[in-house]
Nanobody, 121 residues
């Protein structure tokens, strides 16, 4: 059974940093699409960062240069380092993974429970 568990959320002032973690069990990362998403109140869920099956990382324009998506395979853990946070980054953040390897369309089937990030001005 696949489980993704996020941690590391919290409240921070604008300009601050947080690092989110996503611990996976029953799953390995190689050859799968991986992603970090967020959903703010009243808004649709959006992908903020993703790793494709070739290991390439991409970012939403709103976070590029401020967020870094990384992985530590030995610990089966994903990370989202978030720097220079702004109030617009306030949301629930989710990690997600594809259930099919080598999936070029990156259909995200597994989801964590989410972790709240609140940025105050």
């Amino acid at each position: 059974q696949v489980q993704l568990v996020e941690s590391g959320g919290g409240s921070v002032q604008a300009g601050g940093s947080l690092r989110l973690s996503c611990a996976a069990s029953g799953y390995t990362f190689n050859n799968y699409c991986l992603g970090w998403f967020r959903q703010a109140p009243g808004k649709e869920r959006e992908e903020v960062a993703g790793i494709d099956i070739d290991g390439n990382t991409n970012y939403a324009s709103s976070v590029k240069g401020r967020f870094t998506f990384s992985r530590e395979d030995a610990k089966n853990t994903l990370y989202l380092q978030m720097n220079r946070l702004i109030p617009e980054d306030t949301a629930v953040y989710y990690c997600s993974a594809d259930s099919f390897p080598y999936d070029k369309t990156c259909e995200f089937d597994y989801w964590g429970q989410g972790t709240q990030v609140t940025v105050s001005s």
